[in-house]
């Protein structure tokens, strides 16, 4: 489980297909320390540590994972980065899983004063999903829906999140992974 406050931006060293499967080699932040086997999020998607070495770790993304997010049509140069919540840990954010529901396409970007409003088309079918003033996480991060349709929905992103997650490098037409919010998932879906 995560809060969707994004940790670190981290490089892609390496992407890799095998068997089916993909495997991305990602350096690894300077203080971060985590285990072999443990859980980290990759750009909102929840993955295992299958191996650690001293500058970067890998993980490997299954078939499944590949159809429903964005890296099984792109491999990304950077990506957001947060570790699993813990129970010392604030939540900041709003929980989310890892398991993305949906990719979506950033269709437009509107400046605003010191902010951005970003707007994101999804498939109609998780329109229920989305609640105004209800969190969604858009690349593994923990954003507040301003406004919304049957097929899209806007967030509006403070300076300091475009500056400390890769949502500030995006354009229009790139696509991202959504995450609904769980509670919205068990009361509405």
């Not at 993304?61 to 590949?66: D, I, W």
């Not at 929980?95 to 979506?104: E, P, Y």
């Not at 969190?135 to 300091?160: E, H, M, P, W």
């Not at 992974?177 to 998932?185: G, T």
């Amino acid at each position: 489980m995560f809060t969707g406050i994004v940790k670190a931006i981290a490089e892609v060293e390496k992407a890799e297909k095998r068997r089916g499967s993909l495997f991305l080699y990602i350096k690894k932040p300077r203080a971060w320390r985590f285990g072999l086997g443990e859980s980290v999020l990759v750009n909102g998607v929840c993955l295992t540590a299958k191996k650690i070495g001293k500058a970067s770790f890998v993980t490997e993304f299954m078939s499944e994972t590949l159809s429903r997010t964005t890296f099984g049509r792109e491999i990304p140069r950077r990506v957001n980065l947060e570790k699993p919540l813990t129970l010392k840990d604030p939540l900041g954010g709003h929980i989310v899983l890892g398991h993305v529901d949906a990719v979506g396409k950033i269709i437009k970007i509107k400046s605003e004063f010191s902010e951005k409003k970003y707007f994101f088309s999804f498939p109609k079918k998780y329109s229920r999903l989305v609640v105004e003033k209800g969190s969604i996480a858009v690349d593994g991060v923990s954003l507040t829906v301003a406004g919304r349709s049957k097929v899209n929905f806007s967030c509006s992103l403070l300076d300091y999140t475009l500056k400390l997650t890769i949502l500030g490098q995006k354009r229009v037409g790139d696509i991202v992974n959504i995450e609904f919010d769980i509670l919205a998932k068990y009361l509405l879906g």
